[in-house]
Antibody, heavy 120, light 111 residues
Framework: EVQLLESGGGLVQPGGSLRLSCAAS????????MSWVRQAPGKGLEWVSG????????YYADSVKGRFTISRDNSKYTLYLQMNSLRADDTAVYYC?????????????WGQGTMVTVSS | QSALTQPASVSASPGQSITISCTGT?????????VSWYQHHPGKAPKVMIY???NRPSGVSNRFSGSKSGNTASLTISGLQAEDEADYYC???????????FGGGTKLTVL
């Protein structure tokens, strides 16, 4: 079964750091672009960051550029999001998502999400 | 960069059809045939219903269709069913370093 499972969310103070992980199974992880998408409470979906199959190209939303770092370990079938200098407006459910083959957008597989709360 | 523009809500009765619009610019929706639509039931993972403007993934009902004209994309759902009640989001590839923009979301209510 094709599956994505996020972990690493939790409560963190403003200015703190957190590392999210996304374990993939059921497909050839190294063949697909992967992204992180978040949804703040009561708000819509927001694309956060994406990484190419090999990991050598990465992109970020302006709202997280310079604070978040996306990476992947294809040998471990795992996607990561290192989040530093966290702010209250980073509070959200964070989803990892697999792109349709050959696409940066069009996410056909999503995880269930992990909640990140930034609060003192 | 601003999100794509969607109506906040739409409603219709079972069996009817609805269309949700998604308006962007020539740098995103109008510039590429890379528009997707997602169905999101609260507390669940989003599900792609349409990608590349009008392509329907296997397993998605043919009651869902997509189109585009200029800077505006549209999702049409025909023969509305109770289970279609959800939030719907459009997204588009964009020329900027942000790469992907989402719309603000549309809440569909099946009366």
């Amino acid at each position: 079964e094709v599956q994505l499972l996020e972990s690493g969310g939790g409560l963190v103070q403003p200015g703190g750091s957190l590392r999210l992980s996304c374990a993939a199974s059921g497909f050839t992880f190294s063949s697909y672009t992967m992204s992180w998408v978040r949804q703040a409470p009561g708000k819509g979906l927001e694309w956060v960051s994406g990484i190419y199959n090999s990991g050598d190209s990465t992109y970020y939303a302006d709202s997280v550029k310079g604070r978040f770092t996306i990476s992947r370990d294809n040998s471990k079938y795992t996607l990561y999001l290192q989040m530093n200098s966290l702010r209250a407006d980073d509070t959200a459910v964070y989803y990892c998502a697999k792109s349709v083959s050959g696409h940066w957008d069009a996410f056909d597989i999503w995880g269930q999400g992990t909640m990140v709360t930034v609060s003192s | 960069q601003s999100a794509l523009t969607q109506p906040a809500s739409v409603s219709a009765s079972p069996g009817q059809s609805i269309t949700i619009s998604c308006t962007g610019t020539s740098s995103d929706v109008g510039g590429y045939n890379y528009v997707s639509w997602y169905q999101h039931h609260p507390g669940k993972a989003p599900k792609v219903m349409i990608y590349d403007v009008s392509n329907r993934p296997s397993g998605v009902s043919n009651r869902f269709s997509g189109s585009k004209s200029g800077n505006t994309a549209s999702l049409t759902i025909s023969g509305l069913q109770a289970e279609d009640e959800a939030d719907y989001y459009c997204s588009s590839y964009t020329r900027s370093s942000t790469l992907v923009l989402f719309g603000g979301g549309t809440k569909l209510t099946v009366l």
